[in-house]
């Protein structure tokens, strides 16, 4: 499939769950997770994946549409981007695989992706999306947790976006991971939270950025939270630019 859309919709509220079963693969170029690429979407939206009540070893694969060792990219919850939407609209957008072992190859794995800002109507909607897991490998080119894609010279979206990613056990292996960004260059307040437990093991080869910021006078908040397991990083863990507006919180414990 060239891309699968877990809550996809346009004009009408939407909330959709993708319940695995007992052995699943999914292939696929991109997968998103309550969002979309573009277009109008409406005021609640919420898209969901995890595991079938009652399954407590289940196997999740992903791969790209190649199989193999193929990468898909994995977004969970955006706002897309298309700056021209006007319907306010706040999505979620989480991702549970806690009942079982996960296998994935991605590429991009982007967790709540905001809009900065909109043209036109009432645009304005936070955006929020969960990642958890305990158990298996994800292993991703890139990571991004918490960001906001575009901006409107003409409104600011000042609902937050929020990313939270989750591990108590398994591995996440990234070549970069980047926390809190603003990108959209708006005054939207950016969340995310990294929290590490049990014998779970984020290995970033390259740099961590710990909030990032564009010019805009905004709220930036990033907290990693080292409980149990293990981090290592490869390269720089800092924030990606200089602002008293970025509050960087590491915490192990």
Not at 51 to 76: C, K, P, W
Not at 80 to 100: C, K, L, M, N, W
Not at 106 to 130: N, Q
Not at 147 to 162: D, H, I, L, V
Request: charged share 10%; aromatic share 2%; proline share 1%.
């Amino acid at each position: 499939a060239d891309s699968n859309d877990e809550g996809e919709t346009y004009g009408t509220a939407n909330n959709s769950t993708l319940f695995l079963g007992a052995t699943n693969t999914l292939y696929a170029n991109r997968i998103c997770v309550s969002g979309s690429a573009s277009g109008n979407l409406a005021n609640v939206i919420s898209g969901r994946i995890l595991f079938q009540t009652g399954i407590t070893d289940g196997r999740l694969t992903i791969r790209g549409v190649s199989g193999g060792s193929s990468r898909a990219d994995l977004i969970i919850g955006s706002h897309g981007g298309d700056e021209s939407a006007s319907t306010a609209r706040s999505t979620a957008g989480y991702v549970d695989i806690t009942g079982g072992i996960v296998d994935a190859m991605i590429g991009l794995l982007a967790i709540a992706e905001g809009r900065g800002g909109w043209v036109g109507g009432s645009g304005s909607g936070g955006m929020s999306g969960s990642l958890t897991m305990n158990g298996g490998v994800i292993d991703a080119t890139n990571v991004v947790v918490g960001r906001t894609m575009n901006k409107s010279t003409t409104n600011t979206n000042t609902s937050p976006t929020t990313g939270t990613l989750s591990i108590s056990n398994g591995l996440l292996r990234t070549g970069a991971l980047a926390m809190s960004l603003n990108d959209g260059g708006a005054g939207q307040i950016v969340r995310s939270t990294l929290t590490i437990a049990g014998t779970g093991i984020v290995a970033v080869t390259g740099d961590v950025i710990l909030g990032r910021k564009n010019g805009i006078t905004t709220n930036i908040e990033v907290t990693v939270n080292i409980a149990g397991g293990a981090m290592t990083v490869g390269g720089n863990m800092a924030p990606g630019s200089a602002s008293p507006e970025i509050i960087s919180d590491v915490s192990i414990n």
